[in-house]
């Protein structure tokens, strides 16, 4: 989880991602950061996030991101 709340501050240094729970939603995360997101986990976690992974549901918090890196990496 440290490591992709690491991740995430490095593209949102000003977003509280511990808190907010609507990052998709509330228009936090546009697709420029999610496809970032997307770049900086496959390279950090050496996992692949496909395009069928890639749904809002799956970015609209910390713990939405951190619960399909383990899905993916139990594969």
């Known amino acids: 989880m440290e490591e992709l709340l690491e ?3 490095e593209i949102k240094p000003d977003v509280n991602f511990e808190n907010n729970k609507n ?3 509330d228009d936090i995360l546009d697709s420029f950061d999610i496809v970032t997101i997307v770049a ?3 390279k ?3 996992i692949q996030i ?3 992974d890639i749904l809002p549901e799956n970015f609209n ?5 951190y619960n399909l890196i ?4 139990e594969e």
């Not at 918090?61 to 991101?65: C, F, L, T």
């Not at 383990?70 to 990496?73: S, V």
């Open 7 to 9: 991740i995430l501050k």
């Open 23 to 25: 990052l998709i939603d």
């Open 40 to 42: 900086a986990i496959d």
């Open 44 to 46: 950090e976690f050496d």
């Open 50 to 52: 496909t395009a069928k």
């Open 61 to 65: 918090s910390v713990e939405a991101i």
């Open 70 to 73: 383990q899905k993916i990496e």
